[in-house]
């Protein structure tokens, strides 16, 4: 099983546009229409299965807001870092 990291290990790791709130982390992807977003949230799902490890996710219109946490850890590991950092430059 993979480690819980603290609040400091959190934020001193955190890629840009993330935010830690309680045993997650998120951020809010904006882009210019919802078909885009559609597919940002495709190309997520693709890299999440890559992964094996899967976001929370909410397409709204224009933007779609992703949530990672460990499930089976009980919050924030690394994998959760790796994987918000793939999405940031797939969002790019």
């Given at each position: ?30 882009f ?16 999440a ?44």
């Open positions: 099983m993979t480690d819980v990291l603290d609040a400091d290990e959190i934020a001193a790791q955190l890629p840009d546009g993330w935010h830690h709130d309680a045993d997650e982390i998120a951020r809010t992807f904006e210019d229409s919802y078909l885009e977003g559609v597919g940002f949230a495709a190309g997520a799902g693709g890299l299965e890559e992964a094996f490890h899967h976001p929370t996710m909410t397409v709204e219109w224009r933007e779609v807001t992703v949530r990672l946490t460990t499930h089976d850890a009980g919050g924030v590991t690394g994998k959760d870092l790796d994987l918000a950092g793939r999405l940031n430059e797939l969002a790019d």
